[in-house]
């Protein structure tokens, strides 16, 4: 099995930074891509950045030019830069990975972040 673990959140005034980082550990043969998800209460859980082995990434375009998603395919770890962060990016933040190019098949439990105004 592939457990998933994220660290980085916290509170942060609006302008600030923080930096999420995840790691995978387990029976890990390679991962596809790796991703970070976000959901705020009402909304529907979106995918923020995704990044492939090949460091292919994606981004959603509301945090283009803010977000940037980085690997260590070595280290089996992703991690989500987040600068210039904004009240709407309050969330919580799930680490999540596609081991086999299926889709994302584990799930971390998730980290909050909360940008204040």
């Known amino acids: 099995q592939v457990q998933l673990v994220e660290s980085g959140g916290g509170l942060v005034q609006a302008g600030g930074s923080l930096r999420l980082s995840c790691a995978a550990s387990?029976?890990?043969?390679?991962?596809?891509?790796m991703a970070w998800y976000r959901q705020s209460p009402g909304k529907q859980r979106e995918l923020v950045a995704s990044?492939?082995?090949?460091?292919?990434?994606n981004y959603v375009d509301s945090v283009k030019g803010r977000f940037p998603i980085s690997r260590d395919n070595a280290k089996n770890m992703v991690s989500l830069q987040m600068n210039s962060l904004k009240p709407e990016d309050s969330a919580v933040y799930y680490c999540?990975?596609?081991?086999w190019g299926g889709g994302m098949d584990v799930w971390g439990k998730a980290t909050l972040v909360t940008v204040s105004s």
């Open positions: 999540a990975v596609d081991l």
């Open positions: 387990g029976s890990i043969f390679s991962i596809n891509a």
């Open positions: 990044i492939t082995i090949l460091g292919s990434t």
